[in-house]
């Protein structure tokens, strides 16, 4: 996930000059923080510098992966919130212990992220939050999509449940009437500079037939069956933070043969930013597809451009790439200028293959335009911070906070829970996103997808079993994963508010689906049974036993 850190951290373990050592990042298929940081790279190189001119590959078994691989931090969170009769939220205290295992490997980092989304999406007067980072003799923690938040955002969005039916308040109404405006401090004392679209999130999701027809929905649930929905609102912080430079450098080429090539120094891990760079270029400078091309993440030829990961690509590199892009087109016309014989640029527009200047229906090939020689461009862009420090502990300052720009959601669950099983089927989902302007709507319905279903592994399928610091669910017979039957039909909707910062607009949109689903299921649960289950996922076996001592009195 990043190439040129991989470099930097291999060269000390092998002993050589950074110069030495070559990293190509093809497409790689999903990681979501798992091939974030170096793991088996430097054995890799051992090994390979031992076995001169031979390929050297590691292929571990289901059951060895599951063993040496990160996992996401369990948590423990304690949450009090209060708010005044009318439903204004007043105050918010936090404690949440985040297991790391027996390395860091980010786990501060992590930590602070849902430190930092700890409160929501909210105003809130007064709050008090804290988290500690626990080496403990589970596996290792470490970087998976969300880093940290979908943790915090389930023990939250649970809490506003729980608060509005103490209150008597819809639970939608006691969002809108809380949520963050532009311009409001948000729960860790930052002011809000950026696009801030929670509240038309949720006001779609109010005028949406899942959220109006509810209750003839629910009323429908047959024999043995009952039906709930459930509601959760949820953030993501785009990028490093304020102390480590998010920045991105893009290289554009226009090649000897009139096509433009564009060199990405950030991975595409599969969320297709890579199309999205060409797109950019392309229609910058006035081109179809086909006269664009694309060198993938190469330390000898590209430039470093940072991680994929933060939900920073598109936005970072996206930038730097626009800035190369324009560069590139005003050389170009004014190689054009005097090829043409022109006194100005007036007139002249960038076509596939060629410039051609509209007034006199004259043009001339890119091929050769300067003298038969490829023409080279770079640009830099470094993502603008928080210009105000916040009250905090100031070693987490070091680890992100504050974010300066966020994306926002309203996530919609419509489940049916089996009541001789306590089987749980998610039967409907709506998810109401703010990433700022799309650029790639198929590119958005797909990161939108995925997302919501690996959150519904995290609600309802994925139990990592350790007991002792030994795992239990070593494989996919006993660690249980959604399969394309479990996942609902979903309606993946956007709100069109530009971000002025992004690339035409856009803000991140890699992590925000991960962090609705289990709040939204287990608020719907709750609707459904009348029970609240507080650890995650929800399984058969949980929900079967919490309806059990329901009935019984015990629950």
């Given at each position: 996930?990043?190439?040129?850190?991989?470099?930097?951290?291999?060269?000390?373990?092998?002993?050589?000059?950074?110069?030495?050592?070559?990293?190509?990042?093809?497409?790689?298929?999903?990681?979501?923080?798992?091939?974030?940081?170096?793991?088996?790279?430097?054995?890799?190189?051992?090994?390979?510098?031992?076995?001169?001119?031979?390929?050297?590959?590691?292929?571990?078994?289901?059951?060895?992966?599951?063993?040496?691989?990160?996992?996401?931090?369990?948590?423990?969170?304690?949450?009090?919130?209060?708010?005044?009769?009318?439903?204004?939220?007043?105050?918010?205290?936090?404690?949440?212990?985040?297991?790391?295992?027996?390395?860091?490997?980010?786990?501060?980092?992590?930590?602070?992220?849902?430190?930092?989304?700890?409160?929501?999406?909210?105003?809130?007067?007064?709050?008090?939050?804290?988290?500690?980072?626990?080496?403990?003799?589970?596996?290792?923690?470490?970087?998976?999509?969300?880093?940290?938040?979908?943790?915090?955002?389930?023990?939250?969005?649970?809490?506003?449940?729980?608060?509005?039916?103490?209150?008597?308040?819809?639970?939608?109404?006691?969002?809108?009437?809380?949520?963050?405006?532009?311009?409001?401090?948000?729960?860790?004392?930052?002011?809000?500079?950026?696009?801030?679209?929670?509240?038309?999130?949720?006001?779609?999701?109010?005028?949406?037939?899942?959220?109006?027809?509810?209750?003839?929905?629910?009323?429908?649930?047959?024999?043995?069956?009952?039906?709930?929905?459930?509601?959760?609102?949820?953030?993501?912080?785009?990028?490093?933070?304020?102390?480590?430079?998010?920045?991105?450098?893009?290289?554009?080429?226009?090649?000897?043969?009139?096509?433009?090539?564009?060199?990405?120094?950030?991975?595409?891990?599969?969320?297709?930013?890579?199309?999205?760079?060409?797109?950019?270029?392309?229609?910058?400078?006035g081109q179809s597809m086909e006269q664009m091309e694309l060198v993938l993440p190469d330390t000898a030829k590209t430039l470093a451009s940072g991680s994929s990961s933060a939900s920073r690509t598109t936005y970072t590199f996206g930038n730097a790439l626009?800035?190369?892009?324009?560069?590139?087109?005003?050389?170009?016309?004014?190689?054009?200028?005097?090829?043409?014989?022109?006194?100005?640029?007036?007139?002249?527009?960038?076509?596939?293959?060629?410039?051609?200047?509209?007034?006199?229906?004259?043009?001339?090939?890119?091929?050769?335009?300067?003298?038969?020689?490829?023409?080279?461009?770079?640009?830099?862009?470094?993502?603008?911070?928080?210009?105000?420090?916040?009250?905090?502990?100031?070693?987490?300052?070091?680890?992100?906070?504050?974010?300066?720009?966020?994306?926002?959601?309203?996530?919609?669950?419509?489940?049916?829970?089996?009541?001789?099983?306590?089987?749980?089927?998610?039967?409907?989902?709506?998810?109401?996103?703010?990433?700022?302007?799309?650029?790639?709507?198929?590119?958005?319905?797909?990161?939108?997808?995925?997302?919501?279903?690996?959150?519904?592994?995290?609600?309802?399928?994925?139990?990592?079993?350790?007991?002792?610091?030994?795992?239990?669910?070593?494989?996919?017979?006993?660690?249980?994963?959604?399969?394309?039957?479990?996942?609902?039909?979903?309606?993946?909707?956007?709100?069109?508010?530009?971000?002025?910062?992004?690339?035409?607009?856009?803000?991140?949109?890699?992590?925000?689906?991960?962090?609705?689903?289990?709040?939204?299921?287990?608020?719907?649960?709750?609707?459904?049974?009348?029970?609240?289950?507080?650890?995650?996922?929800?399984?058969?076996?949980?929900?079967?036993?919490?309806m059990n001592g329901r009935t019984e009195g015990e629950g």
């Amino acid at each position: 996930q990043s190439p040129f850190r991989d470099r930097r951290e291999l060269a000390p373990a092998l002993g050589l000059e950074e110069e030495k050592i070559r990293v190509r990042a093809p497409y790689c298929g999903g990681a979501f923080g798992g091939k974030d940081g170096i793991t088996v790279q430097a054995l890799l190189a051992l090994a390979a510098l031992k076995c001169a001119g031979r390929p050297v590959k590691l292929w571990l078994s289901r059951s060895e992966s599951i063993l040496a691989s990160c996992k996401r931090h369990p948590a423990r969170l304690s949450y009090r919130l209060g708010a005044s009769a009318d439903g204004t939220f007043k105050a918010l205290e936090v404690k949440a212990w985040y297991d790391t295992g027996p390395y860091d490997h980010l786990g501060v980092a992590v930590m602070t992220l849902g430190l930092e989304h700890s409160g929501g999406p909210y105003r809130i007067e007064n709050t008090q939050l804290e988290a500690w980072a626990v080496y403990t003799n589970n596996p290792v923690g470490g970087p998976f999509r969300g880093f940290g938040v979908p943790q915090v955002a389930a023990s939250m969005e649970q809490t506003v449940d729980l608060l509005a039916e103490k209150l008597a308040i819809c639970p939608l109404e006691l969002r809108l009437k809380n949520v963050l405006k532009r311009g409001d401090i948000n729960p860790v004392g930052l002011k809000l500079e950026t696009s801030t679209a929670i509240g038309d999130c949720l006001e779609k999701v109010r005028q949406h037939p899942y959220w109006k027809e509810r209750e003839k929905w629910k009323a429908a649930a047959g024999p043995f069956k009952r039906r709930g929905v459930g509601l959760a609102a949820v953030m993501q912080g785009m990028g490093y933070g304020p102390v480590v430079p998010d920045m991105a450098e893009a290289k554009l080429e226009l090649t000897a043969e009139g096509r433009f090539r564009v060199y990405a120094g950030v991975v595409d891990m599969g969320q297709g930013n890579a199309s999205t760079y060409l797109q950019l270029a392309a229609s910058i400078l006035g081109q179809s597809m086909e006269q664009m091309e694309l060198v993938l993440p190469d330390t000898a030829k590209t430039l470093a451009s940072g991680s994929s990961s933060a939900s920073r690509t598109t936005y970072t590199f996206g930038n730097a790439l626009i800035r190369a892009a324009k560069k590139m087109r005003a050389e170009i016309l004014d190689r054009a200028v005097l090829r043409l014989g022109l006194e100005s640029a007036a007139g002249l527009a960038l076509e596939p293959g060629r410039v051609s200047h509209l007034p006199s229906g004259r043009s001339i090939a890119l091929a050769g335009l300067f003298t038969g020689k490829q023409k080279l461009v770079t640009s830099r862009f470094q993502a603008p911070v928080a210009g105000r420090e916040i009250d905090c502990d100031p070693r987490l300052r070091a680890f992100g906070i504050p974010h300066f720009i966020f994306s926002y959601a309203a996530h919609l669950a419509l489940v049916e829970v089996d009541t001789l099983t306590g089987q749980v089927e998610c039967r409907g989902f709506l998810a109401v996103t703010d990433c700022g302007r799309i650029i790639n709507p198929q590119l958005f319905q797909q990161q939108m997808h995925g997302g919501i279903a690996q959150g519904l592994g995290y609600a309802l399928f994925e139990q990592f079993l350790v007991e002792e610091g030994r795992i239990l669910t070593s494989d996919l017979a006993t660690y249980i994963l959604p399969c394309a039957a479990d996942i609902p039909d979903m309606d993946c909707r956007a709100v069109d508010q530009a971000e002025p910062s992004g690339p035409f607009g856009l803000k991140g949109a890699g992590e925000i689906a991960m962090n609705g689903p289990l709040p939204a299921v287990a608020n719907a649960v709750a609707d459904a049974c009348k029970i609240r289950i507080t650890s995650a996922p929800l399984t058969a076996e949980k929900v079967l036993a919490a309806m059990n001592g329901r009935t019984e009195g015990e629950g």
